[in-house]
């Protein structure tokens, strides 16, 4: 079953670009996209994929918004899970079996 992506909506980023509110990474980041570059082609800001500013450029801030919410989502199907509350906590304590901000009486529970 794949994901339906959303509508995305944007904040003005500091430098710029743009903040797409509906992108959020595993580990907590937002995503965001810009056309700030010699070309004006648009860009996701933070890929860290090999050469992606050379590689990956988009027609539209949608465009952008849209693959950067597919890397987002592929990145949370391998990214490790606390099995108590479902976050991406990324100081997950994997001895414990839960996060650093969950503990045996989650009150994030999502089941």
Known sequence: MTKTAPTFTYEPWRHGGWYVNEVQYAAGGTGCVSRNYEDHKWRIVCDDRPNA???FTYPSREAAALAEYELAEAGKAIA???PQCGCYEA????ERGWC?????DCA????
Do not use: F, N
């Open 108 to 111: 994030k529970k999502s089941a």
């Open 80 to 82: 490790p899970k606390c």
């Open 53 to 55: 500013h050379e590689r």
């Open 91 to 94: 100081r997950h304590a994997r």
């Open 100 to 104: 650093y901000g969950c503990g045996p």
